[in-house]
């Protein structure tokens, strides 16, 4: 059995043995055939890196030395502005001090001087960063590198560029000295706007020469050429000093400084180097720098390098609407004070092109703070209403523009703190309409409670509004949400085309020396339905009607379909009491604006938040700016109005009910409206707060004819128990003679009233109508002949008088108990009965008894019939 059991386990063995020699074959297979095809990869690639740089162009001296100006073009293909080498200054490299070298090997090419143009250090680090985040997500470029393509190739980030940057790379250091490379570099790199070299830049930033610089601010100018707009101290010294921090410690990271001296020259704020304002050196200006401006900033953040390679832009500048705004903007009549400012962003409302910018007043080739882009600290105030409450309200709710909101006194979900509306006021029951017209407080926080914080955030997050989350301050621009005027116009535009947005864009195309292009234009976005589109800007457009509580009537242009909404924002009770702040201060004032061609965003402010604007001059500039330039580049220019959908219908509600109900015949007119609702949501139940109010007709009518010509009439009336208090009854008095149309002939608040004119010989019928509001009660009629022969009343006079000098009506003071028959009542000696009271001898009181109303006048019978319903 052991014989057997070993030879088993040998077969065992022996099958063991077999199955390994395949496994070891193929793993030898494996890696022969790894090695033949890198071997076959790097002939194809070595074959394709001769193919390319064979096409390479030739190195040419001048444009490694000078910065190769770019063009700028409008809308129309015209050029507006050429950057170059205007605002230079050549440094040589003897001239440049150690420690300036040092920072900027430190943050751009740590072996500059070891390598051959190409670091494959650095390269390594950027083919795994591409690995992981893709093709061009990370440069490998040296110093020699950036010179080359700067200096003779277009941006593209392909493997034919590649290639040839590092043939020409190779080539220069060949050529060219290590000092000569870093001179060119030193002198061609793009600081901020139009100033190139780090030699301009110490200038123009500091006032200095380069061997005048301390340690920080070498640091700060080595630190810029990555951003430098973004960098710009004088726009964005916050950033600026982060930048000029992560410098420094990249300088102790190989070992160009200690930690200790970093550290010193951390502690120093950049604010406190640079020139002050009233010595900044002003440029040499381009047409449109404001505009301009935001070009720059919109090719940085592409890739800041563009500009030092002599490309063309063709932009979206609108030349009239640009001139238009600087224009409006540099009149100081224009502004109620010397230093406010204001920001301007005019977008296209169907593309999102940006057809204008306002930078602010005077804003000029120094290209300082840019308010309509770079204004991103400041709060929107209740612009954002429509954005965050309304709109979502809309788009999510399908609330009715007609939607009840209780405006009355009212917390944040925290239960503690108060909510205010800017009058410390209340409205009670009201519409959305009125509630975002009226721009009140509570009743948008209320919508965004009920709209819910995510469904907000994701409506906002499809107008380019990039926030992590909002709060409910937000719904009236007091919370996490700061936007620029290029921004709030961007979004706005949305509401007027149709809920489709597009981002807010300058750059339409960029052609490189080569000949090779890139366009640019962001795919649209279906932000809304545009049932939302529509009813919010109905809603706006009362914002600029002459309604009572309309916010912003002063932004109105005659003849255009405008909508738009107002903003503020406000200190906090804190900030009042640290600053001394009236209480009429306000640090923000916003206007946002748009027709079917054109979105306009302004803001007005002061530079420091805590200069409040104080007047409604201040707060109303935004409007008024506005309607100025609205109405000027809309000249000439067909502009239509918004149409409604057909997702959109009409109906008229009475204004408070719960859920919204028709209005019926009786509902008061005050509270009828015609509001807007997305189809299928309108109401079909008609409301029955108000029932039809019943007017018993006037009774005991009594006409009298006391004195020739005039006949006196008198009735009785109760009003309806179901009567509002303040409501006023007027009764309508109406005459027809003989066969005659019947004529309308006084309407008073009395019941009582003379008619004069009556002739003798006629019969006359009298009628009168109770009227409470819109609601008539039927006629009372009386009839009355007037005879030729009629007697006159026995008069009986006081002790000592016999006669009177003059008869008539209203001169015959006494006991007048003359009645025909049809007297009944008492005129407490004032003549306002029937006849049976006592007169006492004031002629003015006697005339009374004849004689109507507050003037003492009796009536004229009209000459011509006039319809008892126009009578007054």
Known sequence: MSERRRSRSEMRQSQRKKQKRPLKKWVKWTILSILLLGFAGFAFGAGLFVYYASSAPELNEELLKDPISAEFYDMNGELFATIGVQNRKYIEYDEIPQEMVDAILATEDVRFFDHFGIDFFRLGGAVIANLTGGFGSQGASTITQQVVKNSFLSNEKTLKRKAQEAWLAIQLEQQYDKEEIFEMYFNKILMSGNVYGFATGADYFFGKELHELELDEIALLAGMPQSPNNYNPFKFPDRAQKRRDIVLNLMVQHGKITEAEAEEAKKVDVTSRLLPEEQRKSLAGTKYDGFLDVVLSEIEEKDPSLLSEGIKVYTTLDPKAQSVVENIMNNPSNFPTENIQSGVAVVDTKSGAL??????????????????HDLKSRHPGSTMKPLVAYGPAIEYLKWSTGKTIVDEPYTYSDGKTQIRNWDYGYFGSITAREALYASRNIPAVKTLQEVGLNRAHEFIS?????????????????????????QMAGAYAAFGNNGVYNEPYTIKEIVFRDGSKITYKEDPVVAMSDYTAYMVTDMLRDVVSTKRHASGSKARVSGLDIAGKTGTTNYSADEFRKHNLPNSAVPDSWFVGYTTNYSIAIWSGYDDRYEPMTSWDERNLPQV????????????KETKRFVKPSTVVEATIEVGTEPLKLASPNTPSELKRTELFVKGTEPTEVSDEYKQ???????????????????????????????EEEAEILFEVSIQADEEESTGVATTTEMMATVSNIQAGRKYTFTVVAIIGDVRSSPASVSIEIDGGLTEPEVGYPDGIDDFDNEGPGKNPGNNSGNNGNNSGNNNGKGKGNGNGNSNNNQSDFDDWFLPGEEGNPVELPTEPTPPAEAS
């Open 693 to 723: 109010l019943e007017i018993d007709a006037p009774f005991n009518l009594q006409a009298i004819n006391q004195f020739p010509g005039y006949v006196d009439l008198a009735w009785e009336f109760t009003p309806p128990e179901e009567m």
């Open 355 to 372: 057809r204008a910018i306002g930078g602010g007043r005077n804003y000029g080739a120094e290209r300082g703070y840019n308010y309509a």
């Open 462 to 486: 499809k107008l380019g509004i990039n926030v992590d989350s909002i709060v409910e301050s937000d719904a009236l621009g007091g919370g996490k949400v700061n936007l620029s005027p290029i």
């Open 625 to 636: 700016l506005f309607s100025q330039i609205m109405g000027q580049i809309s000249q000439g």
